[in-house]
């Protein structure tokens, strides 16, 4: 355990200053964060400037006593209107400063305090937490009596402001309960919240701080001390690679266990913030309608009525034997109305509504699909109906599922909330498919394989070793699927055709970004997989939904224009029977002097003579303008070589086209100056990630063997790759480039359909060693 140390200035009032700072108190638990409390407290009673009529006066963190061990310290230096009260202000700030402490500071009157509390909210609750530290007491106990009344007096009114401040904090950093990086105190259920439960529980609106919330409090406390600990500084977001660290100093069983018990203690608080929130709605209604004299009471479906902004049971719901369906009802009713069920009618259905019979009956269907499709209602009703249980009566496969990690950077959310707003985004889609309820339930069900043995772990991103087919989250989550959509009641044909869209969701993405759709063999194979232009505008609309739920990296406008071409040659093909022919090459390259180069918003064309190594030219040329290549083809023409890239910066900004249509040039030309800019580069950015690996595929193309590189992003890996390619004899025809959170998927066309194994090994060579 560790302390300060200070030392007394020389000369002026013999006022204590800090000379060094060894830390605090460490340690994880109620007990270290008292003591780093006291620790603080003893030492700023030695650096007080004392005086007549002031004091200091802790709030925040140090106000109640629960200091992180690399927390701000929130101070008040309060004074009754002495004269020099700036001058001892810098004598308590600047030790504070000098020992390289955060604060968070103010000086003012008690009446000074009042006012700013009575304009901002924030200072409001900051002054509910204000504690003694040292000088005169009286004041502090003026301010704090003073200030706990007025909140009392004023809380209904400042109530909804603080809602309005609190939900853009929400929209800001997220659900705490289903993000995989979540920060402990902003995001929503997090640290923050429970400070506003408090302020609630002091205005007498209700009972907010039950001993579920306090025991939630206290492990996110410890959780966040523990992630202070690991990383050395003040860090609130528990971010993934330290998840395993801080697990341990908290004594859980591992990140994962952490997460979810992280996300649980999260959902107790966000649950209890609602419930405050909606017991100030119902006092504030209850007082109108106490002036009014006019009750609100309104049917909004079978069974449910709405009263006091609640959803609550009809009385004629409650009788002998309850419908199965009554909670299915609910749910639907509180997402397409966007209203909260009432915490008594929960108990109630959690309680009392008997399980549903195999298969559900059909008006149990019918409310699942209208609440997977009710839209941003979905989401809120969904989490309030687990909260009470309700989701694992309807679906046992749900408890597995709930907050489980996904880990994949690209992905933001636990499984259980990927799933959901899966479906959410899935109603954005559905009049652009035939079947909207099948899609909606396969949007909802498309990942439920995932974290089961052959499933991989979960958000491992579904790699394949063949695309479309191969042993993953996906053919494992097809046969559970199908068996979810039988037992609530889809005949036959439509559950097999569920368990298809689980098993090919991952189909169209992967294919567009790592296939030649030019290539007939691509097209014509993923209508083999397909089958019917029904089940292909399911997928398309599943795979926009499935990116959009997934985060943004998941998804980019020239993805979405690859998945929309590959669909619309494969629509072609199912309706016609026949493969449309590839796209011509660009007119303007197949004529006029040479070299010639073409710069589109999204794409690069080369056209030089035809020679060995062009195409790694151009990748190399391109990676010396921050530019990632997409995809590329290569083609010879007439004696003419051919070299189409789509592209993308690589930071964000676009280069200057004068410059990269020059370099291009002098480049494909053979310039030499330009050859050895690029290795430069190219061997300075070297990547340094996990071993790399080679996949081969023979039968995947018409004309050509494809080469498969999974290894770590790096800049210019396109360039030392075809280099090296070239150098060991390998004609590459095209290239796509698909690029999973750090790491890449490259897939490269090789002409011939014949390459020896010897020959292979040699290649194979190559590619890893450049890498």
């Not at 400037?49 to 106000?63: H, I, K, T």
């Not at 990116?547 to 020239?558: D, L, N, V, Y």
């Not at 070299?595 to 060995?612: F, K, T």
């Amino acid at each position: 355990m560790t302390s300060l140390t200070t030392a007394t200035a020389p000369g002026g009032d013999g006022v204590p200053v800090v000379n060094e700072v060894t830390g605090l108190p460490g340690g994880v638990g109620a007990a270290a964060r008292a003591d780093r409390a006291d620790a603080l407290d003893a030492w700023l009673r030695r650096i007080f400037p004392a005086r007549p009529g002031v004091a200091l006066v802790a709030v925040g963190g140090l106000g109640r006593r629960q200091c992180a061990p690399y927390g701000d310290l929130d101070l008040v230096l309060l004074h009754a209107g002495v004269p020099g009260v700036d001058e001892l202000a810098a004598a308590l700030w600047y030790p504070i400063w000098d020992a390289g402490l955060r604060l968070d500071h103010s000086v003012r009157t008690v009446a000074e305090a009042l006012s700013v509390a009575q304009d901002d909210v924030k200072v409001a609750l900051g002054l509910l937490d204000a504690r003694h530290v040292a000088g005169d007491p009286a004041l502090t106990e003026q301010l704090a009596r003073t200030a706990t009344d007025h909140w009392r007096r004023t809380a209904i009114r400042q109530l909804p402001g603080l809602r309005e401040i609190t939900a853009t904090r929400w929209e800001a950093h997220g659900e705490l309960a289903f993000l995989l990086e979540g920060d402990l105190k902003e995001a929503a259920g997090g640290l923050r919240d429970v400070g506003i439960l408090r302020a609630i529980a002091t205005a007498g609106v209700t009972d907010a701080l039950r001993p579920a919330v306090h025991a939630a409090h206290r492990r996110l406390l410890d959780t966040r001390d523990a992630l202070h600990q690991q990383v050395g500084r003040r860090v609130d977001r528990l971010v993934a690679q330290e998840r395993d660290g801080v697990a341990k100093l908290l004594g859980v069983d591992g990140g994962d266990a952490l997460l979810r018990l992280t996300a649980g203690d999260a959902r107790t608080v966000r649950h209890a913030l609602d419930d405050a929130w909606r017991a100030a709605d119902r006092l504030r209604s209850g007082r109108q309608r106490a002036a009014s004299g006019r009750p609100v009471r309104r049917p909004v479906a079978r069974d449910v009525v709405e009263q006091d902004g609640e959803l609550v049971l009809a009385r004629t719901a409650i009788g002998a034997r309850p419908d199965p369906c009554l909670s299915l009802r609910v749910a639907a009713a509180a997402a397409t109305t966007r209203l909260p069920i009432a915490r008594a009618t929960c108990e109630w259905l959690a309680a009392y509504c008997p399980p549903l019979p195999a298969p559900w009956p059909p008006a149990a269907r019918a409310a699942l699909i209208t609440l997977l499709g009710a839209g941003p209602g979905l989401v809120p009703a969904w989490e309030t109906c687990d909260r009470y249980g309700l989701i694992d009566g309807w679906l046992p496969e749900w408890t597995r599922m709930r907050s489980l990690p996904q880990h994949n950077p690209v992905h933001r959310f636990t499984l259980d909330r990927h799933l959901v707003q899966t479906a959410y985004e899935a109603s954005r889609h559905t009049r652009d498919v035939e079947r909207p309820d099948l899609l909606l339930l396969g949007a909802f069900l498309h990942d439920i394989g995932k974290g089961l043995a052959g499933g991989g772990a979960a958000g491992r991103a579904g790699r394949h070793e063949h695309v479309g087919t191969s042993g993953d989250h996906s053919t494992v989550g097809a046969p559970l699927a199908e068996a979810v959509a039988t037992r609530i009641g889809l005949p036959p044909a439509e559950a097999a055709l569920i368990g298809t869209l689980v098993r090919l969701h991952l189909l169209l993405p992967e294919v567009a970004t790592r296939r030649d759709l030019s290539d007939p063999k691509t097209i014509a194979g993923v209508a083999g997989l397909v089958g019917d232009p029904g089940t292909l505008e399911l997928l398309h609309a599943l795979v926009r939904a499935d990116a959009a739920a997934t985060g943004p990296a998941a998804w980019s406008g020239w993805k979405g224009r690859l998945i929309a071409d590959l669909v619309a040659r494969v629509r072609t093909t199912l309706d016609t029977g026949e493969v449309p022919a590839p796209p011509a090459p660009d007119p303007a390259l197949v004529a006029g002097p040479l070299p010639v180069v073409h710069l589109g918003e999204d794409r690069v064309s080369v056209a030089a003579a035809d020679r060995r190594g062009l195409l790694a030219t151009v990748a190399g040329c391109l990676a010396l303008h921050r530019l990632e290549v997409i995809s590329a083809d290569a083609a010879t023409v007439d004696g003419r070589a051919l070299v189409e890239c789509r592209v993308q910066p690589r930071y964000g900004l676009a280069p200057d086209p004068i410059a990269l249509s020059a370099d291009l040039r002098r480049a494909v030309a053979g310039d030499v100056s330009v050859t050895q800019r690029l290795r430069g580069r190219a061997l300075a950015a070297r990547s340094r990630g996990a071993a790399p690996r080679v996949v081969w595929h023979r039968e995947a193309a018409t004309d050509a063997v494809l080469l498969e590189l999974r290894a770590a992003d790096a800049a210019g890996l396109l360039y030392r790759v075809t280099c090296a390619l070239d150098e060991a004899g390998a004609q590459v025809r095209a290239a796509r480039i698909a690029t999973l959170g750090g790491d890449v998927v490259d897939t490269f066309y090789l002409v011939g359909t014949d390459l020896p194994g010897e020959r292979r090994a040699v290649v194979e060579a190559a590619v890893l060693a450049a890498v």
